[in-house]
């Protein structure tokens, strides 16, 4: 074999005489994903090295050697001084290898205690903790941009679709609260996440423990972990905490992709609801009059990749034996996938939203003509003493009549001719027909009513406030 061509400058060279070929390396190498999780490695290996001391298990003065030159290794990667070797074969690696090239057999101390099984685990984590803080930050803005659109138009009236058919009129407040409501348990969702994996792996070793005198709870409290793992076997082989965040992510995206259609929709010349800024618009190489929502579309397309991701991890776990197999390094890539698609997604809907201008007059217009007070009418009826199966059969009676008589709504009929349905029918139709009545009246508990919109924008405020970076400090 070609020496030249190989890597002899790993971790386990002692065990194998043989090293893989350039490209097979490569090929089970992780630096190129990994790297990302350098400041959360050494901040693990900082907290490990004191522990280490602490319990005898590596002289005092070692420890404090070791902290010292770790502290300047992630200050040296931060500021650019210190490039990540692209050929080491982890960052766990990469770490070590500096430490032990700079202190000689005080850095080769550091390792006892724990193996790379834990050390990806532990780092991963800290990874989750803050990447599940900025998306709650990024979701918190996304929810105060539609609340603020939701608190200007608590009282401007559009159609509200069933079927994508224009079914009873709504305030746009009261549509965009829909969409802050989704956002809402997406942050509950990941909050929620949060607290299951926050523990801490580090000691668990290559997934047995140790036979060292190793403190687990001393270094999970210096991590800032609520606890360390229970078992070290599930601490090494456990990534259902990947998958609940990737699933998230998942749900997040999607809940955006749906917003996204709807402003697709209302973008198009067919609704005119919305006009989207021209910043946060494209034109077309051939057509000179396009404006196209290009970043909603794409904000909806790229939910399909965090759903991709999620079934990658998913398929990545099942069926694996216990505990750790080399199959689970594929989690990282997915996983961050996942969180950078969605921190720049919440971005551009956040700037997408807060300068969109909505056209209220088009949505007012949208409803009439296409008897969204038939509904009103029914429960007019119904408030009259009219069981609601015939109510109902009474209102679609007097559609279809409308509909033939070529009248663009119930109330164009006129009060006379309405009389003659039922004897029910007062001079009190005509004023509850109109599509401001038809929402206002809707006062209903989650109704579309003004005022009531006006309660569940406060109660999402609050929900939005509640920070998890708060909540945890
Ligand atoms: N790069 C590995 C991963 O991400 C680290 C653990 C490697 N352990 C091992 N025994 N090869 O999963």
């Not at 494209?282 to 909806?300: C, H, V, Y």
Request: negative net charge; aromatic residues 6%; charged residues 25%.
């Amino acid at each position: 074999m070609n020496d030249t061509n190989t890597k002899p400058d790993v971790l386990w060279a002692g065990r194998l005489e043989k090293k893989p070929q350039a490209e097979a390396f490569e090929f089970q190498a992780s630096l190129r994903i990994d790297k990302r999780m350098a400041a959360e490695d050494i901040t693990g290996s900082r907290a490990h090295a004191a522990m280490l001391g602490r319990q005898g298990i590596i002289p005092e003065e070692t420890a404090r050697l070791l902290d010292t030159e770790l502290a300047h290794i992630a200050r040296e990667i931060e500021d650019g001084s210190l490039q990540i070797d692209e050929g080491a074969e982890d960052i766990h690696s990469f770490v070590e290898s500096v430490l032990t090239a700079r202190l000689g057999n005080e850095g080769r101390t550091i390792h006892a205690g724990r193996s790379r099984n834990d050390q990806t685990a532990v780092d991963f984590r800290l990874y989750c903790k803050k990447a599940v803080l900025r998306i709650d930050a990024e979701l918190g803005r996304v929810l105060n941009a539609l609340l603020d659109a939701a608190e200007t138009h608590a009282e401007s009236i559009m159609p509200g679709y069933t079927h994508l058919q224009r079914a009873q009129p709504v305030t746009l407040g009261f549509h965009l609260c829909a969409w802050a409501c989704a956002l809402t348990r997406d942050k509950s969702r990941f909050a929620d996440a949060l607290r299951r994996l926050d523990e801490s792996p580090l000691g668990a070793g290559a997934l047995a423990g140790s036979t060292l005198n190793i403190d687990r709870p001393q270094t999970a409290k210096a991590l800032g972990f609520a606890r360390p793992t229970l078992n070290a076997m599930d601490s090494v082989a456990a990534r259902d905490f990947a998958i609940e965040l990737a699933a998230s992510c998942a749900i997040a995206q999607s809940n955006l992709s749906r917003f996204c259609e709807d402003i697709v929709l209302w973008a198009s010349e067919e609704f005119k609801f919305i006009d989207l800024a021209e910043e946060w618009s494209t034109g077309s190489s051939i057509m000179p009059q396009k404006k196209n929502p290009d970043f909603a579309e794409l904000i909806r397309g790229k939910a399909g990749r965090t759903v991709g991701n999620l079934v990658t991890l998913l398929s990545m776990v099942k069926g694996l034996p216990y505990a750790y197999n080399k199959d689970l390094q594929e989690d990282k890539e997915a996983l961050f996938d996942s969180f950078d698609t969605l921190e720049t997604c919440l971005r551009m809907f956040a700037g997408m939203i807060a300068s969109a201008r909505f056209n209220t007059g088009r949505m007012r217009a949208a409803c009439g003509g296409g008897f969204l007070e038939a509904t009103d009418c029914a429960e007019y009826l119904v408030t009259k003493g009219l069981p609601f199966r015939k109510a109902h059969e009474l209102s679609a009676v007097i559609v279809r009549d409308c509909i033939a008589k070529g009248l663009p709504g119930i109330a164009s009929m006129g009060l006379k001719t309405l009389k003659t349905y039922s004897p029910l029918i007062g001079d009190d139709i005509i004023e509850k027909l109109s599509p401001e009545s038809c929402v206002s009246s809707r006062s209903s508990f989650g109704g579309t009513a003004p005022a009531e919109v006006r309660r569940q924008i406060a109660a999402l405020q609050t929900a939005a406030a509640a920070s998890l970076a708060i909540m945890r400090s």
